[in-house]
T-cell receptor, first 120, second 111 residues
């Protein structure tokens, strides 16, 4: 069964860049699935951030397009999220997720999540 | 794109059935079959329990069932058990640029 594991800095300074990597094991990232990033804050619940296909095609939530990017590294079986100009509002648990299939099909396999705190 | 509306909390006694509603608009729930539901226990990642309105993934309990009417989707939990106490989130496709819009979440309490 496929497993996903997020890794990141834990703490990011305001106005800095949040960088997260998701390592996929138990299967290839080059399957016919999309791969997503989702975050969860106590105040706003679950929020989908963006997704990528192994070809490099991405869809980013419109409100984050100016700050977010998602890349795939097939050689490492990983995909990553970069979020620029972070503020306290970006403090959340970040999850990487494999979708059931096509974009929007559903979020099937989730990583355990990693807490990112934005603070000086 | 606004979040889908769910009741903040629903409760029931063991063995009972409960239903959680998820209200959206013609731009999301009302227009697509891509409605899914997730169960989340405290400190854990969400878990997919229903996809495409009423399909269960492998391993999901048969006590979970989904339906949709107009702009409102529903999740029914039959034969409520203590282990069902968790948060539940609905989610809908809302177009190619926003494939996932989540609900506000519902806390289920088993009395």
């Amino acid at each position: 069964q496929v497993q996903l594991q997020e890794s990141g800095p834990g703490l990011v300074k305001p106005s800095g860049t949040l960088s997260l990597t998701c390592t996929v094991s138990g299967g290839s990232i080059s399957t016919d699935n999309w791969w997503s990033w989702v975050r969860q804050t106590p105040g706003k619940g679950l929020e989908w951030l963006g997704q990528i296909y192994h070809t490099g095609s991405t869809i980013i939530k419109p409100s984050l397009k100016s700050r977010a990017s998602i890349l795939v590294d097939k050689s490492e079986n990983q995909f990553s999220l970069k979020l620029n100009s972070v503020t306290a509002a970006d403090t959340a648990v970040y999850y990487c997720v494999r979708e059931l299939g096509h974009s929007g099909s559903s979020l099937e396999y989730w990583g355990q999540g990693t807490l990112i705190t934005v603070s000086s | 794109q606004s979040a889908l509306t769910q009741p903040a909390s629903v409760s029931g006694s063991p063995g009972q059935s409960i239903t959680i509603s998820c209200t959206g608009t013609n731009n999301d729930v009302g227009s697509y079959i891509l409605v899914s539901w997730y169960q989340q226990h405290p400190g854990k990642a969400p878990k997919l329990i229903i996809y495409e309105v009423n399909k269960r993934p492998s391993g999901a309990s048969t006590r979970f069932s989904g339906s949709k009417s107009g702009n409102t989707a529903s999740l029914t939990i039959s034969g409520l058990q203590a282990e069902d106490e968790a948060d539940y989130y609905c989610c809908s496709f809302a177009g190619m640029s926003i494939p996932y819009v989540f609900g506000t979440g519902t806390k289920v309490t088993v009395l």
